[in-house]
């Protein structure tokens, strides 16, 4: 099958555009219409013949590098390939003119996503959907969250283009051919593909979902700044990670959930070894032991609830587990109980009904293996008419009861009046600080006083990588802090 070179080209010449930037040799345009316009090098009619013979001839070895080779020395390589073709059509004269622009489409053809390519690439797309011929691939998009989906001008308009499409997908996610009727995998830079037919016609476009790694997710710095969460809800959820707490997140698509899992990761012993269970590879933690384990949409529970259970031979001290269901957190939390702390996502909105319900954790659980406490994440809308992730509520379950009941430390709704009260108020309200104090061995306003120090110093340096946020954290762990003046 030939590969066929298409260009993407952007009209925006009656668009509104409210945000433009470049990925590689393409421009995007964001507008404000809510949609994701790509502008791609121009290919003419000859040069798009030329590079389709190019790209047919040259498929079968761009390879990403592997062993030994690095990456620069792979371009190095097709670079060279490139010229060899050309030379052989007898065509180099005219690639010479237009060498540059030749590789990009070599690149995001046979080596790349073809048309999905620029998507791929852009670290500012969450999700990619491609929902039918003729339909304009749909993303999602970290600065514009108040538009939901954002319209493309990709739109995959015949067999061929979705015979390469699906085909291509498949070999990145190390299928050597399409399978029916859903098949799904990751590909090596760890972003989860899904592709399920609804039609059993062997020219049916299938529904596709990808679901994107970030590979810079924010720090703990990102969400104090954007006021996602306080420097003291920070301390406070730091101070629990370490008495190995049981907590669980709540929240919709996009609230934050993810991000609030990644700094208390982040916000807990360098030297502590972390498993991560999740269905996309999200999390990112800096320690240096740390392990990842994937749940793919078509296991089922099953495969979660023995993961986390043998986690617990793996000897972890600190578990995150990325989207559960009510039925799932009760069997995890019960499988995972080892003394380490655990921290699970779930989509869901009430925490109430999630904990409490017929299914939930806290109705089916022990004292013993019921979460410490939840929080709850939500999408806000700011005066400039943007979205932002934050801390709606966090509340605190007394373990010295058999029946659940919670006390709420902070709330940041519409309704509440400021911000959350301050450090010896929530020492007033809360149980699991003293108890958590009481584990460690501190002065719990000593103790909170001192992570948010840090946390302050990681604002001042603008530290708004997980790395560098991570160095100026794990200050709180050296010898002789630990024996200073924050322990009674």
Same mark, same amino acid.
């Given at each position: ?14 668009? =509104?555009?409210? +945000? ?5 040799? !393409? ?18 009619? $000859? ?25 620069? $020395?792979? /371009?190095?390589?097709? +670079? $060279? ?14 690639? @010479? ?9 070599? /690149? ?6 073809? *048309?999905?390519?620029?998507?791929? @690439?852009?670290? /500012? ?12 691939? !749909? ?6 969250? =108040? ?69 810079? %997710? ?7 700044? @954007?006021?996602? *969460? ?60 740390? /392990? ?11 495969? *979660?609830?023995? *993961? ?7 000897? %972890? ?13 009760? =069997? ?18 009430d925490i109430d009904s999630l904990l409490c319900g017929p299914a939930g954790p806290c109705t089916k659980s022990s004292p013993r293996t019921m979460p410490w406490y939840a929080a709850s994440m939500s999408q806000f809308r700011t005066p400039d008419g943007k979205y932002a992730p934050r801390m709606t509520s966090l509340v605190e379950f007394d373990p010295s009861r058999k029946a659940p009941s919670g006390t709420e430390l902070f709330c940041n709704s519409r309704a509440a009046a400021g911000r959350p009260e301050g450090i010896e108020g929530i020492l007033k309200k809360s149980r699991l600080a003293g108890h958590a104090a009481k584990i460690l061995g501190v002065d719990p306003l000593a103790d909170l006083q001192s992570r948010i120090r840090l946390l302050d110093e990681c604002l001042e340096k603008r530290a708004e990588k997980i790395e560098d946020a991570f160095e100026i954290l794990k200050k709180y762990y050296l010898p ?9």
């Open positions: 099958m030939a590969v066929r070179s298409t260009a993407l080209e952007a009209d925006i010449r009656q668009a =509104e555009i409210i +945000e433009q930037y470049r990925v590689g040799m !393409a421009t995007v345009y964001i507008t404000s219409d809510a949609r994701y316009l790509i502008q791609e090098p121009r290919l003419p009619r $000859e040069e798009h013949e030329i590079c389709s013979r190019i790209n047919e001839r040259l498929a079968p070895f761009l390879q990403p590098p592997g062993g030994s080779k690095d990456k620069a $020395e792979w /371009m190095h390589d097709i +670079e $060279e390939r490139i010229w060899r073709e050309a030379q052989r059509i007898r065509r180099a004269d005219r690639v @010479s003119d237009f060498f540059a622009v030749l590789k990009y489409y070599v /690149m995001r053809d046979a080596a790349g996503y073809g *048309l999905l390519d620029v998507p791929f @690439s852009d670290d /500012m797309v969450g999700e990619i959907f491609v929902d039918g011929r003729g339909i304009e691939v !749909a993303v999602t998009h970290r600065n514009h969250r =108040e538009f939901g989906l954002l319209d493309t001008n990709i739109v995959i308009g015949d067999d061929i283009q979705t015979g390469l499409l699906v085909s291509g997908l498949a070999r990145k996610i190390g299928r050597t051919e399409p399978a029916r009727p859903i098949m799904e995998g990751i590909t090596d830079q760890k972003h989860r593909v899904t592709i399920a037919y609804v039609d059993a016609a062997p020219s049916a476009c299938p529904a596709i979902t990808v679901s994107k790694f970030q590979a810079t %997710p924010p720090a703990i710095t990102g969400l104090l700044l @954007s006021g996602t *969460l306080s420097r003291l809800e920070a301390a406070y959820l730091w101070m629990l990670n370490d008495a190995c707490a049981t907590g669980l997140v709540a929240g919709g698509r996009g609230s934050g959930k993810t991000a609030l899992l990644n700094s208390i990761a982040t916000m807990s012993n360098p030297r502590w070894r972390v498993i991560t269970i999740e269905q996309v590879r999200a999390l990112r933690v800096p320690h240096r032991h740390a /392990m990842s384990f994937d749940i793919g949409p078509l296991d089922g529970p099953a495969r *979660l609830v023995g *993961l986390a259970g043998a986690s617990r031979w793996m000897r %972890p001290d600190l578990l995150l587990v990325d989207c559960l269901t009510a039925e799932e957190a009760h =069997e995890v939390f019960r499988s995972a109980q080892n003394g380490q702390a655990l921290v699970a996502s779930t989509n869901c909105h002789d802090r630990i024996a200073g003046s924050h322990h009674k």
